[in-house]
């Protein structure tokens, strides 16, 4: 977990959630997912917050319990969500009820189009909670995601 913030700052910090396999973005198929790693989407998703006095919370795992506690840690620590949910977009109704319950901005992403792949990629429990959805524009949808989140908090 890489946090950028540097102090509490509730309201202020922005979590950025990413699923499975994100921790081999910019190794695994490059061809589809492009050549960027986490870290550096990370580094510049940070100084773009910053530009906006906000901060950027980063967890990825592997693991759907991780991705579900950082949620409920965000309903008192953070402003919004942003959520690549990788694979566990189609299956993880866990994730869906947390988001919920967050009751926080929350932005699904993903990198590729979803709507262009395999059909079971078509359905996302997400997008029924989520505030807004970005598909398709590669690692730069976490700069979008980012310039829309300040857009919501701080205008």
Do not use: W
């Not at 396999?21 to 190794?27: K, Q």
């Not at 991780?66 to 959520?83: F, K, M, N, P, S």
């Not at 988001?99 to 929350?106: E, K, Q, S, V």
């Amino acid at each position: 977990m890489f946090d950028a913030t540097t102090e509490n700052a509730p309201g202020r910090t922005i979590l950025f959630l990413n699923g499975p396999n994100l921790n081999l973005l910019g190794v695994r198929e490059p061809d589809k997912y492009g050549s960027t790693t986490l870290r550096e989407v990370e580094e510049t998703v940070a100084k773009t917050l910053s530009a906006h006095g906000l901060t950027a919370r980063f967890v990825q795992s592997n693991h759907e319990g991780v991705l579900v506690d950082a949620i409920h840690a965000a309903r008192t620590e953070c402003g919004a969500i942003v959520i690549n949910p990788a694979a566990f977009t189609h299956t993880s109704v866990a994730l869906r009820d947390a988001i919920a319950a967050a009751a926080l901005p929350t932005i699904e992403l993903h990198i590729t189009n979803v709507h262009k792949r395999e059909e079971f990629r078509h359905h996302s429990y997400i997008s029924a909670v989520a505030d807004a959805v970005i598909v398709g524009a590669g690692t730069h949808g976490y700069i979008l995601a980012a310039l829309h989140v300040a857009h919501l908090l701080v205008g």
